[in-house]
């Protein structure tokens, strides 16, 4: 049988219960930093981060993102073979795209005409009613606000679909029109 040091996890003296164990950071020499390799390990990681950002702010111009012919877009060409036309890639991040604003804070929600503030506890059997019915309307109202986020979203999708099937159905006439001409040259179609 070996001996095995048993180790505290708690400072003797101090009362614990059965199967309780407190893990707590420690530090030993007064100093709280990174040792040598840990700064350097923290350094090389910023320094990276800072060629990364540079880097992409160079490039994030000539980013494109890759066509979806299934949608109807036009694949980009050079235009130089068959009397393509040129069509021009899209851009991941668009050049007269606005600059970042920050979210307006929230505003509590506006009192219904008859309704009473909360009070820090309700006294009388009136305020009881009017606190549960300011819980009611507050519930209803978050209801409410999230109905018109979903129906705002609905909106968009349509649209977004509808713009889609308009870009199909240009690009399947576009289509027709360019194999009729090819079939009978010199004709109008």
């Known amino acids: 049988m070996v001996f095995k040091k048993k180790v505290f996890k708690q400072k003797i003296g101090t009362k614990t ?5 407190e893990d707590v950071k420690r530090f030993t ?4 930093c990174f040792t040598s390799a840990e700064a350097k390990a923290m350094n090389e990681q910023q320094h990276r981060e800072r060629v990364t950002e540079l880097m992409f702010e160079q490039k ?18 050079t235009g130089a073979n068959y009397n393509e036309v040129r069509v021009d890639p899209y851009p991941l991040i668009q050049k007269n795209r606005p600059t970042a604003k920050y979210p307006n804070p929230q ?6 005409p008859g309704m009473l503030e909360p009070k820090e506890g309700p006294r009388l059997e009136e305020d009881v009613v009017a606190h549960e019915t300011h819980k009611q309307m507050h519930r209803i109202d978050s209801i409410r606000t999230l ?12 649209k977004k679909m509808q713009d889609r099937r308009q870009k199909v159905n240009q690009s399947l006439v576009t289509n027709f029109v360019d194999t009729q001409r090819k079939i009978f040259p010199g004709q109008h179609v």
């Open 147 to 158: 109905q018109d986020n979903v129906e705002g979203e609905l909106l968009f999708l349509r």
């Open 17 to 21: 219960n059965a199967g309780d164990t």
């Open 107 to 112: 505003k509590a929600v506006t009192l219904k």
């Open 60 to 77: 994030k111009d000539n980013l494109v993102r890759p066509r979806n012919p299934m949608t109807g877009e036009q694949t980009p060409r």
């Open 29 to 32: 020499n007064g100093h709280k």
